[in-house]
């Protein structure tokens, strides 16, 4: 019955993966603020010394599709960073870490949609898809928190 995630409703599969992203920030010695209203797309804040902070949007999926941000709450910035949590049955979560400066470059997998003149309002995406799961592998929790900050006993 572990790790059987279709049993969670979509609400109760984002909370775990929020909960989730953020025990991986304090395993990583840093510092995790809850944001009391989540209005303005950050999830959290993840402080790492006095002066440096990050703004955390987590996104969670069960299935390899399209996920995306609106881009009025997730505008690109330096501090500014998507936690992707992949869930399938039988398995732990697949994290992913990205900041939100890599859209700058939208190629297949990273999307940059403004949908001038359409209902839907303008969003940063990802095409999921098993064929593109290996360009995400950079931004695997791990390796990419390394990266971003500066912790190379994770490389």
């Known amino acids: 019955m572990q790790h059987d995630w279709s049993r969670l409703n979509h609400l109760q599969i984002g909370r775990y993966a929020e909960y989730f992203t953020k025990m991986q920030f304090v395993l990583l010695g840093l510092d995790v603020y809850?944001?009391?209203?989540?209005?303005?797309?950050?999830?959290?804040?993840?402080?790492q010394e006095p002066d440096r902070y990050w703004d955390v949007q987590v996104k969670s999926v069960r299935k390899l599709n399209y996920v995306f941000?609106?881009?009025?709450?997730?505008?690109?910035?330096?501090?500014?960073?998507?936690?992707?949590?992949?869930f399938e049955d039988?398995?732990?979560p697949d994290q992913y870490l990205i900041p939100a400066s890599r859209w700058a470059e939208p190629d297949g997998l990273f999307v940059d949609r403004n949908y001038e003149g359409k209902v839907s309002k303008p969003e940063y995406g990802l095409n999921l898809s098993r064929t593109r799961l290996e360009q995400l592998e950079p931004f695997r929790f791990e390796r990419a928190a390394a990266n971003i900050f500066g912790l190379s006993d994770l490389a």
């Not at 809850?34 to 402080?47: H, L, N, P, T, Y």
């Not at 941000?69 to 992949?86: I, Q, Y």
Request: without cysteine; glycine residues 8%; proline residues 3%.
């Open 90 to 92: 039988g398995g732990e």
């Open 34 to 47: 809850s944001a009391e209203v989540d209005d303005r797309g950050i999830d959290f804040v993840v402080r």
């Open 69 to 86: 941000v609106r881009k009025d709450v997730f505008r690109l910035r330096p501090n500014l960073l998507l936690a992707l949590t992949l």
